[in-house]
Nanobody
Framework: QVQLVESGGGLVQAGSSLRLSCAASGLIFSNYAFDWFRQFPGQDREFVAALIRNGAGTYYADAVKGRFTISRDNAKNTVYLQMNSLKAEDTAIYYC????????????????WGQGTQVTVSS
């Protein structure tokens, strides 16, 4: 079955960097798009970042633009989220999710979600 497993979260100080990974299995990795979301306590999940198909570009939430970078390695079936200049307000659980390339970023249908990885940024 399809599995998405996030890793790389942790407790860091403001201004630090983290790289999250999302390892996918049980599917043909290159056939799908993988995006990142996050969830603050007591709130719904919100979109963070997406890769446009065939490297046509990236799409970021305004709150992370210029600080976060999404990438993927098809040979390793893994998607990454490089997070630099972390702020206390980035503290959240981070999830990766997969969609068909034909599904719209952020508002389209996401077929599978990972279990999430906690990122905590101390100020």
């Amino acid at each position: 079955q399809v599995q998405l497993v996030e890793s790389g979260g942790g407790l860091v100080q403001a201004g630090s960097s983290l790289r999250l990974s999302c390892a996918a299995s049980g599917l043909i990795f290159s056939n799908y798009a993988f995006d990142w979301f996050r969830q603050f306590p007591g709130q719904d999940r919100e979109f963070v970042a997406a890769l446009i198909r065939n490297g046509a570009g990236t799409y970021y939430a305004d709150a992370v633009k210029g600080r976060f970078t999404i990438s993927r390695d098809n040979a390793k079936n893994t998607v990454y989220l490089q997070m630099n200049s972390l702020k206390a307000e980035d503290t959240a659980i981070y999830y990766c999710a997969l969609r068909l390339y034909s599904s719209a970023v952020e508002t389209g249908e996401y077929l599978y979600w990972g279990q999430g990885t906690q990122v905590t940024v101390s100020s």
